[in-house]
């Protein structure tokens, strides 16, 4: 159990206690905590966590980036699996009664098993949108086709990595930035592809804070399709394959940044971002019909 935190020691403290409520037996799970923060309370509280599994804590000095400070808590770990539970992020009762029922049906030769999650606003309030999986395995094409169509398919908190091969691969790699975590689902497609579990074992929250939220822009855009790129020179997708692919992730990207900026009463940003839609990079992805009801309904408000 990895979590990164920077400066929100109260949600750190709601992530440390949901893994306790779970109430994993402490000679199975691990918990490092890396630490970013200039608040000296995070420190306090990971100490103060003496009921569960051992926490083992880790302050960056001098503080490193947000995907350096995932590697930081990766290179201490020393489980067969990893989860990457973001301090923002918890996991929801029972966690790791789920997680151990999977774990005595899966033979585990796939490095990577994607759960379902729970998103809820800041204040824990369940919300409808997304998180949910079907139980499956998807093999490296169609798992490859649906991460590049999809921008939201899986959550971080629901990841659960092989360490080793986590390890072999590098880590996450920085020069992605935000777009570290998709790589590496990537890379985890690529090499065997992804089981997917319909159980929830976390909470992802949504909120303006979060990092995702500031990724609404040309250059997130550049990058994912610089990963189809790569993808289509490995022949893990075709080309009408990725041209599909593409709009879908596109429109459904700018449109779920567009809402969630209305949400929030933002009319500039809402405009900014659907101005995406007119630069010259992204011309000929059309909208798929399904979306236009709500493309039309945000740029009229």
């Given at each position: 159990m990895i979590i990164p935190t920077r400066n929100r020691p109260e949600w750190l403290q709601r992530a440390l206690g949901s893994v306790l409520n779970g109430r994993p037996p402490k000679d199975e799970v691990e918990v490092v905590v890396t630490d970013n923060s200039t608040d000296p309370?995070?420190?306090?509280?990971?100490?103060?966590?003496?009921?569960?599994?051992?926490?083992?804590?880790?302050?960056?000095?001098?503080?490193?980036?947000?995907?350096?400070?995932?590697?930081?808590?990766?290179?201490?770990?020393?489980?067969?699996?990893?989860?990457?539970?973001?301090?923002?992020?918890?996991?929801?009762?029972?966690?790791?009664?789920?997680?151990?029922?999977?774990?005595?049906?899966?033979?585990?030769?796939?490095?990577?098993?994607?759960?379902?999650?729970?998103?809820?606003?800041?204040?824990?309030?369940?919300?409808?949108?997304?998180?949910?999986?079907?139980?499956?395995?998807?093999?490296?094409r169609e798992a490859t086709r649906e991460l590049l169509t999809h921008s939201s398919l899986i959550r971080f908190p629901g990841m659960v990595l092989r360490r080793s091969w986590l390890i072999e691969r590098g880590g996450f790699d920085p020069v992605w930035e935000g777009l570290a975590d998709l790589d590496m689902w990537l890379k985890v497609a690529e090499e065997g592809g992804i089981a997917f579990h319909a159980v929830k074992t976390s909470a992802y929250t949504i909120h303006a804070?979060?990092?995702?939220?500031?990724?609404?822009?040309?250059?997130?855009?550049?990058?994912?399709?610089?990963?189809?790129?790569?993808?289509?020179?490995?022949?893990?997708?075709?080309?009408?394959?990725?041209?599909?692919?593409?709009?879908?992730?596109?429109?459904?990207?700018?449109?779920?940044?567009?809402w969630r900026a209305r949400c929030r009463g933002d009319r500039m940003e809402v405009a900014r971002i659907l101005g995406l839609r007119e630069l010259p990079t992204f011309a000929g992805l059309r909208c798929p019909l399904r979306l236009r009801p709500i493309d039309w309904f945000l740029a009229s408000w």
């Open positions: 309370r995070s420190e306090e509280i990971s100490r103060a966590e003496t009921s569960g599994p051992a926490v083992r804590y880790f302050r960056n000095e001098p503080p490193t980036g947000m995907v350096e400070n995932w590697n930081a808590g990766l290179s201490r770990a020393v489980g067969d699996w990893v989860v990457f539970l973001h301090d923002d992020d918890y996991f929801l009762p029972d966690w790791w009664a789920h997680l151990g029922a999977v774990w005595a049906m899966e033979s585990f030769q796939l490095h990577g098993h994607a759960f379902s999650v729970q998103p809820v606003d800041e204040q824990g309030r369940r919300l409808r949108r997304g998180g949910q999986h079907r139980s499956r395995t998807m093999r490296p804070e979060a990092a995702t939220g500031r990724m609404f822009g040309e250059d997130t855009l550049r990058g994912v399709f610089e990963l189809g790129e790569r993808c289509l020179s490995k022949g893990l997708i075709g080309a009408e394959e990725l041209q599909v692919a593409r709009a879908r992730f596109f429109w459904r990207f700018i449109l779920a940044g567009a």
